[in-house]
């Protein structure tokens, strides 16, 4: 996914404020879910269904920054599965500008409905499923 970095996106000197990767990340597994064929209001309205809305949220998150992006540049997001159980998944996020790896990222999320975690959907788990290394 393309983020085209703009004025409000860095600090006074043209630098990509730290904060602003979180944004993009957050745009980045919105996109994932959108081509997996699900979005978090399709998971709200199925939970819905039954009662109470299901909804992701990010239970941890560990950046490495590895250099700094500025106006004007084009970054790509990566999104892809590390590892999948039954509520939570792992996914390996990175931003990259051209052949350049800016930030590496591993966020877990967790699937919850009021406040507590439940478990992905079948089809959404077998989506979410990394490929497995071995084939």
Not at 84 to 93: D, P, R, T, Y
Request: aromatic share 6%; charged share 25%; glycine share 8%.
């Amino acid at each position: 996914m393309a983020v085209r970095i703009h004025r409000e996106d860095t600090d006074f000197s043209g630098i990509v404020y730290h904060a602003s990767y979180v944004r993009f990340l957050e745009r980045g597994r919105t996109n994932y879910l959108r081509l997996l064929g699900t979005s978090q209001g399709r998971l709200w309205d199925v939970g819905e269904d039954s009662g109470a809305g299901l909804a992701f949220v990010v239970r941890a998150m560990t950046l490495d920054f590895l250099r700094s992006a500025r106006l004007d540049d084009l970054l790509t997001v990566l999104t892809a599965s590390a590892e999948v159980k039954g509520a939570s998944a792992i996914l390996a996020q990175s931003i990259v500008c051209g052949d350049t790896r800016m930030l590496e990222a591993r966020v877990r999320i967790a699937l919850v409905s009021e406040g507590r975690a439940r478990p992905f959907p079948r089809p959404l788990r077998a989506a979410m499923r990394p490929p497995d290394p071995a084939a």
